[in-house]
């Protein structure tokens, strides 16, 4: 990748320094540590790359991000002939919220088969809602779907 200076390296940087930390929880979540890193520098690459599309808002940009990392993400588990479908793994680190193990048991469990009930596109909605606290409307994005759908 090419060193450039001046104000457009200065914005980019300040997208990077903001964006990077957030991109790669979302890679993480959804890939292994192993190709996190590389994925997520993957898309920075594009972003570098691409930089005049990405919109100028935050919540639009990150969106942006998101799309060309899951992009990322499908075509590497293509190339490994994984399932296509996008899988969020559910935290297996969440703080307790439960009086007793068992109950905590229980409900994992339950998350868990209710988790793998939804479609991958519900799975993938409400892990951007929630997990990586996008708008419907960047979510929508993200996936590359109307705000209806989402």
């Known amino acids: 990748m090419e060193v450039r200076s001046g104000p457009l390296s200065e914005r980019f940087s300040e997208l990077y320094r903001r964006e990077y930390p ?7 979540r959804r890939t292994d540590a192993a190709h996190a ?8 690459a594009i972003a570098w790359q691409k930089f005049s599309d990405i919109p100028s808002q935050p919540d639009q940009a ?14 590497h588990w293509r190339s490994d002939r994984r399932n296509a479908a996008l899988q969020v793994r559910v935290s297996d ?8 193990p068992q109950m905590q048991v229980d ?6 088969k ?4 939804l479609s991958a596109t519900d799975q993938e909605i409400l892990a951007l809602l929630g997990w990586e606290e996008l708008s419907l409307a960047a979510a929508a994005k993200a996936l590359g779907i109307s705000v209806p759908t989402a």
């Open 114 to 117: 209710a988790w793998q009930q």
């Open 62 to 75: 990150r969106a942006w991000l998101y799309a060309v990392a899951r992009n990322h993400i499908l075509r």
């Open 93 to 100: 680190d969440a703080e307790p919220f439960l009086v007793s």
């Open 22 to 28: 957030l991109v790669y929880r979302f890679v993480l």
């Open 37 to 44: 890193e590389d994925i997520t520098n993957e898309t920075f």
């Open 107 to 112: 409900a994992s469990l339950d998350l868990r």
